[in-house]
DNA sequence: GTCTATACACTGATAGAC
DNA sequence: GTCTATCAGTGTATAGAC
């Protein structure tokens, strides 16, 4: 990765590194890959970030932050619940079409060290200043009341999110299955596959939580 | 873990290994650790498997066998379109219960060596006698007789296919995001939420491509 | 801030005794 | 088959010159 002429040293490493812990993982990472990439010595990365570790650490709050700020301009919106979905489904896409590596690298991570992760939820959530419960508790309402209504089927709020991110993200995680098994390994119908998903997803969702 | 009385080394081994490559990956697994955890000196590792990366690919094959026996008894089955989602996650859903950590795992050794993906594929295939393509055309050919004769909404079957996989898998994977933000960080409510999904994914689906 | 040189620990792997 | 001893290579990190 190139440098930006009026980028400091010191963000470009972090770009270089976001490049190479997001395709290799905290284990299979080497600093002096991050240093070659980078055009510039070993040492300068310890001289900036000390450590490895602190350098990850950098590196997934960024990651993981791209998750979030799409969700709660969603869920804070004035749409119904409909145009919510579509909405989300839509632009989670395209945010995802755009970093396609970030689901994969978040969840490997999380899984390999669980010990952190409500750590690391807190001070993003903090420094974000992101309220997810109160989030939730507001999209709860909305739902419920879709379902009091008798506009949607009864279905925990809760499960009906991760349904919504299951369709959305998965697609991106297994891309090497899906890709290989589904789709004769062509990187082209792939990606038709995924574009076509924005529509199908929401389709989908709204036809399984609709009384017709 | 403790050896079977009646279980060889080599077979030890290979438990013992698969157990720390499916936590820690192929990048943060030590084979002085699966020794330690075996109870065997660290060259008796490579007199049985040579190498790591030979280690490795004997638990990468058992461990992704996992994914299609099911599949393949589910497709191949008698049953009517609607049978078959609700029994296909079911018993996915069982078997992901007992084995919570493969999907992470292959989704993340796939990611990151995508080079080998077609050639392992190819070798699971063969070993294991499974046509997916031949399924998958009759599964194929059993959604568009549904679809033609008006039964259900027209839906490509292989965004159905990703679809049901999504649902089915994702929570799985995303365990840590799941039970950290939507579930307090409590292990039992999580559990109960993986169980409840076996109904809830299952009428999610047929809701959403059946005609009412 | 950026470089060279180097310390120090650890890893996968092999040789050889029993 | 199983062990001890050991090697060569590589990893992160630091010290010190400029």
Known sequence: MKKD???TTEDHILNVAQEVFLKKGLDGTR???IADKAGINKSLLHYYYRTKQKLFKKVFKVAFKHFFPTIKANITSEKSL???IEAFVETYYNL???NPYIPAFVIH???RNSANVAEIFKSIFQENNLELDLMF????KQIQ???DSGKIIPIDAKQLIVNILSLCIFPFVAKPIIKGILLENDESKYKTF???RKKVVSQFIISAISIR
Do not use: Y
């Open 5 to 7: 002429t009026n980028e």
């Open 194 to 196: 995924i574009e076509e």
């Open 96 to 98: 995802l079409q755009k």
């Open 82 to 84: 409909f145009e919510k």
């Open 31 to 33: 600093m002096q890959e």
């Open 145 to 147: 009341v879709e379902v």
């Open 137 to 140: 508790d507001e999209l709860n």
């Open 109 to 111: 991570e999380l899984n």
